[in-house]
């Protein structure tokens, strides 16, 4: 195998839409490795640090931002215990484990924040009826961010 020019750029390309870290190929007596270098801090605090979860802000159809009311808003709140990402299934294309309406017992299986490529399924605090569900099926969340309510 040749590594040529524009094969490898493609490579890079591909690394930055799919969010990769590195690519590693080989051939024989040729090998390639593609890096890309991820700057992350990770600062730690000795004293914990209560963070407010963020009001929802849905785009309008005009492009302009919208607060959502969170007042209206009862019961109580399901926030994700760290960052990644909410999957409102346990795989895709599957039933989702609670819908809004739907009630649900303390202990139960509400939804799934896959963390660094492992499913963490997050279970209600409470028992009660869910009356909201804020975020949408792959999005990214945040520690501490509210994913749904339960009355």
């Known amino acids: 195998m040749n590594f040529e020019i524009e094969y490898i750029e493609k490579l890079a390309n591909l690394i930055d839409e799919k969010s990769l870290s590195e690519i590693i190929l080989e051939d024989g007596e040729q ?26 802000q849905v785009q309008s159809a005009k492009g302009e931002t919208v607060q959502e009311n969170t007042s209206s808003s009862k019961g109580t709140p ?4 760290m960052v990644g990402a909410f999957y409102a299934a346990p795989s895709p294309g ?16 509400v939804c ?15 028992s009660g009826k869910v ?13 501490g961010q509210v994913l749904m309510y339960i009355e």
Not at 39 to 56: C, D, H, L, W
Not at 113 to 123: H, P
Not at 131 to 143: A, H, K, L, N
């Open 31 to 56: 090998a390639i490795t593609i890096k890309r270098e991820i700057n992350q801090t990770v600062v730690q605090s000795a004293n914990p640090v209560a963070i407010m979860p963020q009001t929802p």
């Open 78 to 81: 399901i926030t994700s215990p």
């Open 94 to 109: 599957a039933k989702p484990f609670v819908k809004v309406g739907d009630v649900v017992s303390a202990g139960q299986v």
């Open 112 to 126: 799934i924040v896959e963390a660094m490529k492992l499913m963490n399924e997050i279970e209600s605090e409470v």
């Open 131 to 143: 009356t909201q569900i804020c975020v949408e099926d792959g999005q990214s969340v945040e520690y």
